[in-house]
């Protein structure tokens, strides 16, 4: 069974600091990989997806299959960046995204 | 675009009541999801359609959860009877297709609370 684990629910950090939002998944193939983001009042919407190695609004994420991670990362927070993030996983062949818990990043000025 | 549409956006029942929700995708996308989201954890797919046609309802209560996508474009997903733990957002999006290229678009969601 395809699980999606985020081990943080809320992350705060300072405007211009480093984030990290950690993603580990658990499944025997070769997965695709995707966060979502969710912002006040608005509505859940993809922020990137592994298949495309995009960065996007500064954010990148790499997949590591030997630790089953596939972390969002950005260099330097930004005051919007605060939401709440969750990363999904779809296995290969299979048409059902499953979601992790999702973690709630809040960026301090 | 207009984006996935969905009614109500509120709604507060009973226990044992029975409630229905719509949504309406965007225009020409054949994939229609419906997502339960509790309080505190992300969205677990409920029913997926491909048109009109169901692709994936495992996770669906089908003792109690019922969903139809007629002529494939609207759908409902109804509840009867509703239990307190089905309390949650339900979230309807839809896609082009499926698969790994093709993003889902979310509606705004229906929150449900059963009394």
């Known amino acids: 069974a395809q699980r999606v684990t985020q081990p943080e629910k809320l992350l705060s950090v300072f405007k211009g600091a480093p984030v990290e939002l950690k993603c580990n998944y658990s499944y ?7 966060w979502y983001v969710q912002y006040s009042r608005q509505r859940l919407q993809l922020l990137l997806r592994h298949i495309s190695r995009e960065s996007i609004k500064g954010f990148t994420a790499d997949l590591n299959k030997g630790e089953t991670s596939f972390h969002l990362k950005k260099p330097f927070a930004q005051e919007e960046d605060s ?10 062949g299979a048409q059902k995204l499953v979601f992790g818990q999702g973690t709630r990043l809040t960026i301090n000025p | 675009e207009a984006g996935v549409a969905q009614s109500p956006r509120y709604k507060i029942i009973e226990k044992r009541q029975s409630v ?17 989201q509790i309080l505190g954890q992300g969205p677990k797919l409920l029913i997926q359609f491909q048109n009109n046609g169901v692709v994936d309802d495992s996770q669906l209560p089908k003792d109690r959860f019922s969903a139809e996508r007629l002529k494939g474009v609207d759908s409902t ?30 509606g705004p969601g229906t929150r449900l609370t059963v009394l």
């Open chain 1, 28 to 34: 025997s193939g070769s997965p695709e990989l995707f």
């Open chain 2, 20 to 36: 229905a929700f719509w949504c309406n995708p965007i225009s020409g996308h054949a994939t229609l999801y419906w997502y339960q």
């Open chain 2, 77 to 106: 997903l109804k509840i009867q009877p509703a239990k307190l733990e089905d309390s949650a957002v339900y979230l309807c999006a839809s896609s082009p297709t499926s698969g790994a290229y093709n993003e889902q678009f979310f």
């Open chain 1, 83 to 92: 939401a709440m993030y969750y990363c999904a996983l779809l296995a290969r």
